[in-house]
């Protein structure tokens, strides 16, 4: 497996990732998506660059079986170990998911790999695997930071014009607070784009909202939002 520069970040993170404020809102997320994506207990759920597990454990606890990947080791291993019924996982890169038609809907959350790509078609790469794992008619619900937002607001950050890739470096802390100098690449995206994206991964959009952690809903896309969310269909 091709290595991904968030490996090492992980690594260092472990179970410290949750106590950052943008993973606090998951409950709000996942009532929101259990909504927009009609999901219903029973139905199997795609977690693509799950993390520890945050969104995956909360669809299981609702009845859903689901399936999370992600490329991070440390990540998979905390998010099996604090697994409820119906949750699995595997480590396995969303640039090359093995899934055919096996899902009546996906997530990607967060920059759940969708996003952390920094060479040219990798997210093609992601979003087209996500695709092909949906069975005709599923959905996909997937953020995507704002471009708007980060040329705006970012000033820590550098934003590449050319590639609409945000580039920061700053400092992590592991599970006792010691601290890490690491860098972060966000693949930033307009709805434009990511109409586009989807279209040329055969998914038609049903939305794109503009969103935050925690407040996921219907707000039309602005310039405010660090986030949006996108709902779309995997073509019948
Ligand atoms: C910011 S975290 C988001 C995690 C989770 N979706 C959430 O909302 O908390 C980004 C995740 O993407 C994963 N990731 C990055 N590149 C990946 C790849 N190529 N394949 C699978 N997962 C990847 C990272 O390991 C990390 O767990």
Redesign the pocket.
């Known amino acids: 497996m091709t290595g991904?520069w968030?490996?090492p970040i992980?690594d260092h993170l472990g179970s410290a990732y949750l106590r950052y404020s943008f993973?606090k809102g998951t409950v709000q997320e996942v009532d929101w998506l259990m909504g927009r994506l009609g999901l219903v207990g029973g139905q199997r759920i795609l977690d693509?660059?799950?993390?520890p597990g945050?969104?995956a454990h909360e669809l299981a606890r609702r009845g859903l079986l689901v399936h999370g990947?992600?490329?991070?080791r440390r990540?998979v291993e905390l998010a099996i170990a604090g697994a409820p019924s119906g949750a699995t996982f595997s480590r396995?890169?969303?640039?090359a998911l093995p899934f055919v038609a096996e899902f009546d809907a996906a997530v990607c959350?967060?920059?759940?790999?969708f996003g952390?790509m920094t060479a040219t078609g990798e997210d093609a790469d992601v979003l087209a695997g996500i695709a092909r794992a949906l069975r005709p008619g599923g959905r996909v619900a997937l953020s995507a930071f704002n471009a708007y937002f980060a040329v705006k607001y970012h000033d820590q950050a550098d934003f590449d014009a050319a590639t609409g890739v945000s580039h920061e470096r700053t400092e992590v802390r592991d599970e006792v607070g010691r601290p890490a100098e690491v860098d972060l690449w966000t693949g930033c995206y307009t709805p434009r784009e990511l109409r586009l994206a989807c279209a040329a991964a055969g998914l038609d959009v049903e939305s794109i909202s503009s969103v935050e952690p925690g407040r996921y809903g219907d707000d039309p896309p602005t310039t405010e939002s660090p986030e949006f969310l996108v709902v779309a269909r995997r073509a019948g």
């Open positions: 991904h968030f490996e992980a993973t693509v660059g799950c993390g945050r969104h990947v992600d490329i991070s990540f396995l890169d969303a640039r959350l967060c920059q759940g790999a952390l």
